[in-house]
C-alpha cells in the first residue's frame, strides 16, 4: 500500500456539514482514516461519524490542537481559523489549499483584486470600510456608480457572507442604512442572463481538470440555489454557447492556476444579456453546485478532492449522464422537526437519488438536502425535477 493511503497517514477535515458528509463514502472506499471537527454535536458528519470532535473552527488554539493529531489538513468550508492553519502547516503539517489561498479567499475584497491582478473580467467594484464610507460614497459623484439610485447597485460584506447572507441589492440611500457597519464592497448590478459554475480540481504537482460547466438558478426571495443542471457541450449549447463554456473552464483554471490549489476549487460566473462572462466568487472546497457529480460523473467532485490532498491520482470529470440537482430547503413559516411531505412519491421516480443531511430541525430556507435526477436527456431530466419540486416539501409537524 502507497504511503499516501496508509493508515499512518490521518486526513483531517475542518468542518462537519453536508459536505464533509458526502465526503464519508469515498473516504471509506479509499481506505482513508480521517478525522472530522465541527462546532455542532448534532452536524450530519456526527450523525454518521460518531468520534467528530466538537470543536469551534474559528478559535485558535483549538483548530492548532486538532490539527496536531492529523498529517494532512482540509477543510469544507471557508470559516475556519487561517491564522491556525498557517501555524500547523509552519509545524510541518500539509494543509490544502494553502492557508494564504483561504486567506484571501475569505475576504471578497482581496478576492476581487485577485481577479484584477489576472486580468479576468469581474463586476466593477470599491472596496469600503464601513456604513460611513458606504453613505459617503454613494451620495459623491463616481464615474462608474454616478447613476446610482437609478442603476440599483450590490452590496456585499467583505467577509462572512454565504447562502445569500452578507448580500443586499441597494436601491436607495434608506437601503444603505439598513446594511450592516462592517469593511465591504459595492460592485455594478450586471443585467443577468445566467449564472453558472465551473468545479477544478488541481493536484500537488500542478495538474488541472475541469468538470463542463453547470448551470445554476436562484431563488429570488432566499437568494440561494434552487436548481442546477449539467450536461454536454450539445445539452447546454442552447443555454451557454460552446465557446463560453470553454472561455468559462479557461479562466476557472487560470484562477486554480494562480492560486496553486490542491483540491476542488469552484468558480462562479455571471453570464450579462450581452454575451459576456464575468467572474463572480469563488470558493476553496467542494460546492452546492457540484453535488450532481456523485451520480452523473465518472469520479465526483468529493472524491476528487480527497484524492488531491492526498497525493493520489486525480479522476476523470466527464460526465456520464445529464443531470439536475435540486436542493431541498425549509419550507417558510415551517420552524421545528424536520417533515419529509411526497419524499415517497419523489423515491418511487426514475433516476432520482434522495439525499437528505440528517439535520433533525427544519427553519425557512436551511438546506436540508438535495434531490439528484440523471437522464441521457437533460429536458427529461429537468420535467422529472419539477415533479420533484412539487411533489416534496419540508414542513413541520
Not at 487561517?82 to 475576504?107: D, I, M, S
Not at 478576492?111 to 479576468?120: E, I, M, P, T, V
Not at 443585467?191 to 504537482?205: G, P, Y
Request: one cysteine or more.
Amino acid at each position: 500500500m502507497s504511503p499516501q493511503v496508509s493508515r499512518y497517514r490521518v486526513l483531517g477535515i475542518l468542518g462537519g456539514g453536508q459536505l464533509g458528509s458526502m465526503m464519508l463514502d469515498p473516504l471509506h472506499r479509499l481506505g482513508i482514516h480521517a478525522r472530522f471537527m465541527d462546532p455542532d454535536p448534532k452536524a450530519p458528519v456526527a450523525v454518521r461519524f460518531p468520534s467528530t470532535v466538537v470543536g469551534s473552527l474559528t478559535d485558535e488554539e483549538t483548530v492548532r490542537a486538532f490539527g496536531r493529531g492529523c498529517d494532512v489538513l482540509t477543510y469544507e468550508l471557508e470559516a475556519v481559523h487561517a491564522g491556525a492553519l498557517a501555524g500547523l502547516a509552519e509545524e510541518g503539517k500539509e494543509v490544502w489549499h494553502r492557508p494564504e489561498t483561504l486567506a484571501l479567499l475569505q475576504n471578497k475584497i482581496t478576492q476581487k483584486a485577485y481577479y484584477d491582478r489576472l486580468g479576468l473580467p469581474t463586476a466593477p467594484y470599491r472596496p469600503l470600510e464601513g456604513k460611513v464610507d458606504l453613505l459617503k460614497f454613494l451620495k459623491g459623484p463616481d464615474e462608474i456608480f454616478a447613476d446610482f439610485p437609478q442603476k440599483p447597485l450590490v452590496w456585499k460584506a467583505a467577509q462572512g457572507g454565504y447562502d445569500g447572507k452578507g448580500v443586499r441589492i441597494l436601491e436607495s440611500l434608506d437601503q444603505a442604512n439598513e446594511v450592516d457597519d462592517t469593511s465591504c464592497l459595492i460592485e455594478e448590478k450586471i443585467d443577468i442572463a445566467l449564472e453558472l459554475a465551473v468545479l477544478t480540481v488541481r493536484d500537488r504537482i500542478g495538474n488541472v481538470h475541469c468538470y463542463s460547466p453547470c448551470l445554476m438558478q436562484f431563488d429570488p426571495q432566499a437568494n440561494l440555489v434552487n436548481r442546477v443542471m449539467a450536461g454536454s457541450v450539445e445539452a447546454i449549447e442552447s443555454w451557454l454557447p460552446s465557446p463560453l463554456q470553454k472561455m468559462a473552464q479557461e479562466m476557472a483554471a487560470a484562477v486554480a492556476e494562480g492560486l496553486g490549489t490542491v483540491g476542488v476549487l469552484a468558480v462562479e460566473f455571471l453570464l450579462d444579456t450581452r454575451g459576456r462572462l464575468w467572474v463572480n466568487e469563488s470558493a476553496p472546497r467542494p460546492h452546492n453546485s457540484g453535488h450532481y457529480t456523485i451520480e452523473a460523473a465518472c469520479c465526483s467532485q468529493f472524491e476528487q478532492h480527497i484524492r488531491a490532498v492526498m497525493g493520489l491520482p486525480l479522476g476523470d470529470t466527464s460526465l456520464r449522464s445529464s443531470a439536475v440537482m435540486v436542493n431541498l430547503v425549509g419550507s417558510p413559516g415551517s420552524v421545528g422537526p424536520a417533515v419529509y411531505q411526497g419524499l415517497e412519491k419523489v423515491l418511487s421516480l426514475p433516476g432520482v437519488f434522495v439525499h437528505l443531511y440528517g439535520k433533525a430541525q427544519t427553519r425557512p430556507y436551511r438546506k436540508m438536502g438535495h434531490v439528484t435526477i440523471v437522464h441521457p436527456d437533460l429536458q427529461k431530466a429537468m420535467v422529472l425535477a419539477d415533479q420533484v419540486e412539487e411533489h416534496l416539501r419540508i414542513v413541520t409537524e
